[in-house]
């Protein structure tokens, strides 16, 4: 039989239109796992037969929050080398006392699965107990067949063992293991022999690559976009972070789900991605941890109509954050995003740049994922900062225990 639960009592925004979608004294009914009712109370259908109830005592009910772009899963942390840093060591001599990514690489294969899986649960819960309930989980610090697998089979176990659905994407592609120094074309060949591998175990729901002067052409970026495509998998591009490559328009000659980053994104770039309806994944921790100064382009981006959304873009490097409604509000302190916008940003866009369009907004037939708040209006989610007004987590329709 399936359940149905009367959530009322609440201040819903259901972020469904082009604004708040504020309901006062909302109420939801779900049915198994999904939104069968949204409204105002007093417009409440007959609810004889609703199994339970829920008074959520006049809080603010939005979407659950989508966490649209992490690297979770990894060994070992980085704090000594961002203190090197912060005082004064340069990028060559953090190099030479074996900082920097390879650092994290080296830390991930000695790690087991048992202590990746720990470690990563635990970063997990907090982004969790502050409204997550999608998160994109990318590998990326294993660099080998197996050591890539494992990353990906730790992520995909958090979407079964917690209250969560996890989205798995393929970033083989981020850095050159030391193995293959000075031989990144081979290195690229081996990413494209293992993506058939891992997606044949079911681990991949997307394919990433790191597109920088520091990371890989777009010669390259377009040989893994060629392997994914083969096996019809979605592709989606680190680019234009710290110089314009062009990733970002063959990204979305390839139909990207999103282009994260995008500090020196171009012109073309922008109507390349609006024509193939790819979304912007704005990533102010990474901004705000290395200390940038050039914007990307909010305003074109807007005036484009591109999907906008905002993530943490969590990793041991440049953003250990583990907070999403604090990117939030650094997306429109840092990068003048509106607060309507940074909050669609990290529900409705954040969904759309995984491909869900099952979740985002609170309308019938959509997931019921959502987040209860101590908040009187949702414009505080980027208000408050250093601060946790979440008090209940609902996915699927089901109560996460906090
Ligand atoms: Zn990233």
Request: charged content about 20%; overall charge negative.
């Amino acid at each position: 039989m399936t359940i149905r639960r009367l959530w009322r009592n609440a201040r819903l925004a259901t972020l469904a239109g082009t604004d708040w979608g504020l309901i006062e004294q909302g109420a939801i009914v779900t049915e198994g796992e999904h939104i069968a009712w949204v409204g105002p109370e007093s417009a409440l259908p007959a609810t004889r037969g609703a199994t339970e109830e829920h008074d959520l005592g006049g809080a603010l009910l939005t979407p659950g929050l989508v966490d649209c772009h992490t690297h979770l899963v990894y060994g070992g942390r980085r704090a000594d080398e961002a203190e090197m840093r912060l005082n004064g060591a340069s990028y060559e001599s953090i190099a030479r006392a074996g900082g920097g990514i390879l650092s994290t690489v080296r830390a991930t294969r000695a790690a087991s699965e048992a202590e990746l899986f720990d470690q990563a649960a635990a970063r997990a819960q907090t982004l969790m107990d502050q409204g997550v309930t999608t998160l994109e989980i990318k590998s990326g610090y294993g660099l080998t067949l197996e050591d890539e697998a494992r990353c990906l089979r730790v992520a995909r176990r958090l979407g079964q063992e917690r209250l969560l659905s996890v989205r798995t994407t393929f970033l083989g592609a981020h850095a050159l293991p030391p193995e293959y120094q000075g031989r990144a074309d081979d290195y690229i060949s081996a990413v494209c022999d293992w993506l058939p591998q891992l997606h044949a175990q079911e681990l991949v729901d997307a394919v990433d690559v790191f597109c920088e002067t520091i990371g890989f052409t777009p010669a390259q970026t377009r040989r893994v976009f060629e392997a994914a495509r083969t096996l019809q998998l979605p592709v989606k591009l680190h680019a234009e972070q710290l110089s314009d490559q062009g990733g970002a328009a063959l990204a979305a000659s390839y139909g990207a789900l999103s282009c994260d980053h995008l500090e020196h994104l171009s012109p073309a770039g922008i109507a390349a991605m609006k024509t193939n309806a790819t979304a912007a994944v704005l990533l102010p921790g990474a901004f705000y941890m290395l200390r940038e100064a050039r914007l990307p382009p909010i305003a074109a981006l807007r005036e484009a109509g591109v999907p906008m959304a905002v993530a943490t873009d969590h990793n041991p490097g440049t953003s250990p954050a583990l907070s999403l409604p604090l990117m939030a509000h650094m997306a429109c302190t840092l990068f003048r995003l509106t607060p309507l916008e940074a909050v669609r940003g990290i529900t409705v866009h954040a969904a759309k740049a995984l491909g869900l369009h099952d979740r985002g907004t609170l309308a019938v037939g959509q997931r019921a994922d959502f987040a209860v708040w101590a908040l009187e209006h949702p414009n505080e989610l980027t208000y408050w900062f250093g601060h946790n007004p979440c008090r209940r987590v609902v996915v699927a329709a089901q109560e996460r225990s906090t």
